[in-house]
């Protein structure tokens, strides 16, 4: 074969492979839907924690409660695990609550709020992990706030908050609101008709945007409590995936991650009743998602799981929606 044969023969070669790594169909389960992989639990009593990708490095944020099992300081805290060695940063946030972390231009955000159910929500920001600046984001008197999200959509800033009450904004506990802001100083409160949903309980939990579509990833209350996800393009006018459950109470809930815990955990994960799949969050790390979730009886009894999702974040939220 002459050399100039062997040049056209490469090249045809190359691109039949790149056409074929670039049309890689993202992976799906008998049912069409995003596959996601339960590589099983974690920890005990951690609910709220978002992983996330820092300077190239995957951490955990995590809120932990004064009620968690490993807790000697008798308050609530905030911190995250390196998602390599396990180990923690040091603490920060004494005595707030159900945090949520966002990383944007080298800084990584956290919003929180002061009191459960309570009327402010407060941002954290840091770009090493240590120093951490605080300030209030806003304040609703007469409301009841609990989890937040943080993403950026195009050119602002827009926070996801879940609400209690009153019931003339909540509707059925518990409802998305939603804020909006370009610098996360100055913050415009959207009007009740912003909002998912009035009518059930939507607990939500964690939004992405992409693409001209806000993603809402929420709790209903269905054959126990099962993750959904809808999606909008003006948080008004939401459209429900066809495949939904994103998430449901499974077997593979209870399988062993962190060979650490201790055998009282062990047991009681054994023993725990299962009815709840909850608190998703994710970020995208090497061309895959990794997935956190709670599982549990959704009465007290919680614990944290890790689930994998073998493909991009575009891949995932758009498969949700494949009309």
Not at 26 to 31: F, S
Not at 65 to 91: L, M, V
Not at 215 to 238: C, H, M, P, Q
Request: hydrophobic share 40%; net charge negative.
């Amino acid at each position: 074969m002459k050399f100039r044969e062997l040049i056209d023969l490469f090249f045809i070669l190359s691109l039949i492979t790149f056409t074929a790594c670039s049309t890689k169909r993202p992976p799906v389960d008998t049912d069409g839907r995003p596959l996601i992989i339960k590589s099983g639990t974690i920890d005990c009593d951690l609910v709220e924690t978002t992983p996330v990708v820092f300077k190239k490095k995957v951490y955990r944020f995590e809120y932990v409660r004064p009620g968690y099992w490993d807790n000697k300081t008798g308050d609530s805290y905030f911190r995250f695990i390196d998602y390599e060695t396990g180990k923690p940063t040091k603490p920060f946030a004494k005595g707030f609550h159900l945090g949520s972390a966002f990383v944007y231009n080298g800084m990584i955000y956290v919003t929180a709020v002061d009191i459960w159910d309570g009327e402010r929500i407060y941002l954290f920001a840091s770009n090493d992990l240590e120093n951490w600046d605080r300030w209030m984001a806003f304040e609703l008197p007469g409301f009841g706030i609990f989890n937040t999200s943080l993403t950026l959509a195009e050119n602002k800033y827009v926070l996801m908050f879940e609400i209690g009450k009153p019931a003339s904004e909540a509707g059925e506990r518990f409802t998305a609101r939603f804020a909006t802001s370009t610098d996360l100083k100055k913050w415009e409160i959207l009007p009740t008709e912003y909002n998912y949903a009035m009518d059930r309980y939507t607990a939500p939990h964690c939004l992405r945007y992409l693409n001209g579509y806000y993603y809402d990833f929420y709790l209903e209350a269905y054959n126990g409590y099962e993750t959904r996800v809808v999606r909008s393009k003006d948080l008004i006018l939401w459209v429900a995936s066809s495949l939904n459950p994103v998430l449901k109470a499974s077997i593979e809930d209870k399988q062993i991650v962190n060979k650490k815990l201790p055998e009282k955990i062990v047991e009681k994960i054994a023993n725990a009743k299962d009815i709840n799949n909850s608190d998703i969050d994710f970020c995208e790390f090497n061309g895959k998602l990794i997935i956190n979730y709670s599982w549990g009886n959704q009465q007290g009894e919680e614990f944290l799981a890790e689930a994998i999702y073998e493909g991009t974040l575009a891949q995932f939220l758009e498969g949700w929606f494949p009309d």
